[in-house]
């Protein structure tokens, strides 16, 4: 499988770390912060989606201001922490490393920020490995630039046709992202989607765990 293609588009949440602790415990945070009550929190929250989403699911009634607050407030909470619990999953660095060490062009495509991202990069110590990391804010600082459009942005940037392009993620998202670029997609099943819901969006590939991706 490896050898069939030259550039890997990897998600991070969920997909090379595991992040959710420390996310979940930013927006309890956030909302304990500005007095907010959120009884749907646990039914609304996942890792992966951007922030408005999250913060419109869980407010859908209040402003468009006031959801920004929330969206303001939890990147402080997340974004400057100093203490983040997040690990990568067993096996991926040696995936990673493995992809670098045959030469082929890695990328990260993420709804993560890019402070953040850079920070849990040089925390996995994967920063030497990246090609290029594509994240909402790269040229928007309203962070209006969704998974389908950061990764059409690394097709871009690659300098290969999408048919050598594989993109590997834990969500929906991930996948959908991939075949609105007509490039392949490969779904890991250790993130925050069942196996069940990411075969309902025919990946091109699917793996367990780390070893089978290098198998």
């Not at 990260?108 to 994240?135: A, Q």
């Not at 834990?170 to 075969?199: H, M, Q």
């Amino acid at each position: 499988m490896i050898d069939r293609f030259e550039v890997f588009c990897f998600d991070f949440d969920g997909t090379i770390g595991d992040t959710e602790p420390d996310i979940r415990n930013a927006w309890l945070k956030a909302l304990d912060k500005l007095n907010w009550t959120a009884d749907n929190f646990d039914e609304v929250f996942r890792v992966g989606p951007p922030l408005q989403v999250t913060a419109k699911a869980l407010f859908p009634d209040k402003s468009d201001e006031e959801r920004e607050l929330l969206q303001n407030t939890y990147k402080h909470f997340y974004d400057d922490c100093d203490d983040h619990v997040a690990q990568p999953y067993p096996g991926m660095i040696q995936v990673l490393q493995k992809l670098h060490a045959l030469g082929k062009r890695v990328y990260i495509v993420t709804n993560k920020r890019g402070k953040i991202l850079h920070k849990m990069m040089k925390r996995f110590d994967l920063l030497k490995i990246s090609h290029g990391m594509f994240f909402p804010d790269i040229a928007d600082k309203d962070n209006h630039i969704f998974k389908n459009n950061l990764l059409a942005m690394a097709i871009r940037s690659c300098g290969f046709s999408a048919e050598k392009v594989l993109m590997i993620g834990d969500t929906v998202l991930d996948i959908r992202a991939a075949k609105v670029n007509n490039c392949f997609s490969a779904a890991v099943t250790w993130g925050y989607s069942s196996r069940e819901e990411l075969l309902s969006v025919d990946p091109d590939y699917i793996f367990d765990n780390a070893e089978e991706f290098l198998s």
